[in-house]
């Protein structure tokens, strides 16, 4: 079983940045896919940034040119750099990706999600 620990989230002013990162527990080779999501209070999970197994990435027309997601292998970890921040851009983030390893195979996990928040 892979798991993915997401971190990075925190309080931030409007106009500021994080960056987020989602860890893969265990022995994997790489992250054939990812994807980080959000869920603001009272609203539906929303896809954020992607990237897919032919290094395709895509992103929510309402980030497009603030936030850049992209993986380390060997670091086992895949980031989501997000920079002016507004109070829009307020949710729980999570990491979904699906890694793979000559022991699984490919694996699809989640993250248990990290809070973003944004003050104006």
């Known amino acids: 079983q892979v798991q993915l620990v997401e971190s990075g989230g925190g309080l931030v002013q409007a106009g500021g940045s994080l960056r987020l990162s989602c860890v893969a527990s265990g022995s994997i080779l790489r992250f054939n896919a990812a994807r980080w999501y959000r869920q603001a209070p009272g609203k539906q999970r929303e896809l954020v940034a992607g990237?897919?197994?032919?290094?395709?990435?895509n992103y929510a027309d309402s980030v497009k040119g603030r936030f850049a997601i992209s993986k380390d292998d060997v670091k086992k970890t895949v980031y989501l750099q997000m920079n002016t921040l507004n109070p829009a851009d307020t949710a729980v983030y999570y990491c979904?990706?699906?890694?793979?390893?000559?022991?699984?195979?490919?694996?699809?996990?989640w993250g248990q999600g990290t809070q973003v928040t944004v003050s104006s």
């Open positions: 990237f897919t197994s032919d290094g395709i990435t």
């Open positions: 979904n990706a699906e890694t793979y390893s000559n022991t699984r195979g490919f694996f699809n996990s």
